[in-house]
């Protein structure tokens, strides 16, 4: 599968790309993945060195209980850290459902919207639109920061998942001439059993013929399904990590999203021996 960028192709017919995460918040749920923004493109640069194809820079925790913070803070703290990036040639995305944030974000050099809101907003297809930008769309019920408080029971969380997607593609290129990427949207208001469902879902979402990003490292639904609660500060979080997103590959994911590169690129590489 060949990822178009505005200046960058970036070729996963063959392996497995990953988006390494670098989070310049207060109050991320994983505590070392906070960094300030002035350390921040040195942590980034030495993900890329790892092994990390793109690198996701956020600021708005999407935690229930997070701070909140106005856009403004938000470009403030995102945009060094990604125009530094872009003068390396390195592949940036950000991380936001907010729109004017993209908007004023995008001029540093961005290449790509990871929009958790599942980009139902209109104001967000007119900034991709206008800096040529493709947009990652997950699926969630709600809002960010209020997802917990909506009605998280499923008739059918495969089939609500796929068609949620599926619109939304068809909504985002229609009105924007950009590529849409996918995520399911694994822990956000969603059951230990829910995720296992997406996870062995996959492989229709595949269908949809869109770059499939998954996004589950040392999320707290890991912690649930090792019996641990829900924490996100338990040690074996990132095995856990590591073998779910293991099994998700092989299930047809494109982009693995995670906070530790090392680990990640060492098992992709074994992982995609089989493609």
């Given at each position: 599968m060949l990822l178009q960028f505005r200046n960058?192709?970036?070729?996963?017919?063959?392996?497995?790309?990953?988006m390494g995460i670098v989070n310049v918040s207060d109050d991320?749920?994983?505590?070392f993945s906070r960094v300030r923004s002035d350390k921040a493109i040195a942590r980034a640069i030495k993900m890329r060195q790892d092994g990390a194809d793109i690198?996701?820079?956020?600021?708005?925790?999407?935690?229930?209980?997070?701070?909140?913070?106005?856009?403004?803070?938000?470009?403030?703290?995102?945009?060094?850290?990604v125009q530094a990036l872009a003068k390396e040639g390195i592949i940036t995305s950000v991380d936001t459902w907010t729109p004017s944030v993209a908007k004023n974000?995008?001029?540093?050099?961005?290449?790509?919207?990871n929009d958790v809101s599942g980009a139902q907003d209109l104001e967000m297809h007119k900034v991709a639109k206008e800096f040529s930008l493709p947009i990652c769309i997950m699926h969630m019920r709600g809002l960010p920061k209020l997802h917990r408080?909506?009605?998280?029971?499923?008739?059918?969380?495969?089939?609500?998942?796929?068609?949620?997607?599926?619109?939304?593609?068809?909504?985002?290129?229609?009105?924007?001439?950009?590529?849409?990427?996918?995520?399911?949207?694994?822990?956000?208001?969603?059951?230990a059993g829910d995720n296992l469902t997406l996870l062995?879902?996959?492989?229709?979402?595949?269908?949809?013929?869109?770059?499939?990003?998954?996004?589950?490292?040392?999320?707290?639904?890991?912690?649930?399904l090792m019996m641990q609660g829900d924490s996100q500060d338990t040690e074996e979080l990132l095995s856990a990590t590591l073998a779910f997103n293991a099994l998700a590959v092989l299930k047809g994911a494109n982009i693995i999203?995670?906070?530790?590169?090392?680990?990640?690129?060492?098992?992709?590489?074994?992982?995609d021996t089989e493609k």
């Open positions: 960058q192709t970036l070729d996963l017919s063959q392996r497995t790309g990953i991320s749920p994983i505590a690198i996701d820079i956020g600021a708005h925790s999407t935690a229930t209980k997070a701070y909140s913070i106005s856009p403004e803070e938000e470009v403030s703290r995102i945009y060094p850290v974000v995008a001029p540093a050099g961005l290449h790509l919207i408080e909506v009605n998280q029971e499923y008739d059918d969380i495969e089939n609500e998942v796929f068609d949620f997607l599926r619109a939304s593609i068809i909504s985002f290129e229609n009105n924007t001439g950009q590529q849409a990427w996918i995520d399911p949207g694994f822990g956000f208001g969603k059951s062995k879902g996959l492989p229709r979402l595949r269908t949809l013929d869109r770059p499939i990003l998954v996004s589950a490292s040392r999320k707290g639904f890991l912690s649930e999203r995670v906070h530790d590169v090392p680990a990640a690129h060492a098992m992709i590489s074994i992982i």
